[in-house]
């Protein structure tokens, strides 16, 4: 499955990206950024990578920028994708020539995108660390509203409805549009 706009190509990860997702997960500004900022041992991840590749709850894409892998972006629910009313986002960029920049927004846009027209999901969220300024902006960007987290102080909690986020990324969209 593929997923083109915006600039920008998810491909759903296969076998063959375990080793480099592995890789990326661990890359220490990547780490930084998660709930968990441990180290991921190889076995551990194999084993995630194998559950996950398997479970209709959540995909995982690689992020491709004009054929080069960037990130990756996933969404992750309670159900089966195709029937989720609610799911959770994440996103991490592990080509650091991408962080802050416009380009880093695309597959937020294409993933959403997707989600609210093709699947119809409602509502989206994540958890976001607290100091981590530049996500918040990013996120606030797309039309997320932010709430204290329930149980940590550390994290900020984001939503995101259809009607927030196509209020809030027309010119986002034109920007990365245009090529």
Not at 7 to 25: N, P
Not at 75 to 86: F, G, H, L, T
Not at 89 to 101: A, E, K, P, Q, R
Request: charged share 20%.
């Amino acid at each position: 499955m593929h997923i083109a706009n915006y600039a920008v190509t998810l491909k759903r990860v296969t076998e063959q990206d375990c080793e480099r997702v592995w890789q990326w997960r661990n890359m220490p500004h990547v780490r930084l950024q998660m709930t968990n900022q441990q180290s991921i041992p190889w076995d551990d991840h194999q084993i995630w990578f194998k559950n996950m590749l398997v479970d209709n709850c959540q995909r995982h894409f690689v992020i491709y920028y004009k054929e080069q892998p960037i990130g990756v972006i996933n969404v992750k629910s309670d159900q089966p994708i195709e029937n989720a009313n609610r799911a959770e986002i994440g996103i991490y960029i592990s080509d650091t020539h991408f962080l802050g920049n416009l380009i880093a927004f695309a597959p937020s846009l294409a993933l959403i995108d997707y989600l609210f027209n093709e699947l119809n999901v409602k509502e989206l969220y994540s958890e976001v660390r607290r100091e981590n300024t530049a996500a918040i902006r990013y996120n606030q960007q797309l039309g997320y509203q932010l709430a204290d987290h329930p149980t940590n102080q550390a994290l900020v909690s984001i939503s995101l409805t259809h009607d927030d986020y196509f209020h809030a990324t027309p010119k986002l969209k034109s920007f990365l549009n245009r090529g």
